[in-house]
């Protein structure tokens, strides 16, 4: 499956990055239910962390496929730190977390790896909150959905 697939790609690739194998970050997928307890305990046991969301699409009507419009799936990961704690020692500032992230995942970045789904870096902004510093990363990408039977 097309979304999953993405996420999957991400979390293979955001859990692997020397770059991110930092005392005090967690990273995972959010993609189950409880999705906010597990948000919270990785907060809470390592302080800063990279969630990655389920991917969106945008799909056009009169492909065959379907395929989504270009550029039309976005992936959106969350580097978070809550305000009133303070860092922890040695972990990098949310926003060079953020950059961190994006050069990952940007996939002409890396012209070595061969992503199944290939992803370009759309964004990196700030997401209003009131209890924590959240940079989001927005990745998109271009796919066709399938069965996989």
Request: glycine residues 8%.
């Amino acid at each position: 499956m097309l979304l999953s697939a993405l996420q999957k790609q991400a979390l293979a690739l955001l859990s692997s990055a020397g770059e991110l194998q930092i005392p005090g970050v967690s990273v995972f997928a959010v993609d189950t239910a409880d999705s906010a307890s597990a948000y919270a305990e990785g907060l809470a046991a390592c302080g800063t962390s990279v969630g990655i969301l389920p991917p969106t699409g945008r799909f056009r009507p009169d492909s065959d496929g379907p395929v989504s419009t270009d550029g039309g799936l976005s992936l959106l990961v969350n580097v978070s730190e809550p305000i009133e704690l303070s860092r922890a020692q040695g972990v990098p500032p949310v926003t060079d977390l953020a950059e961190t992230v994006a050069c990952v995942l940007h996939s002409q970045n890396n012209p070595g790896r061969a992503d199944e789904i290939p992803l370009g870096l759309v964004d990196i902004r700030i997401v209003p909150d009131k209890e924590m510093l959240i940079m989001q990363v927005v990745m998109s990408a271009t796919g066709s959905l399938s069965l996989n039977r």
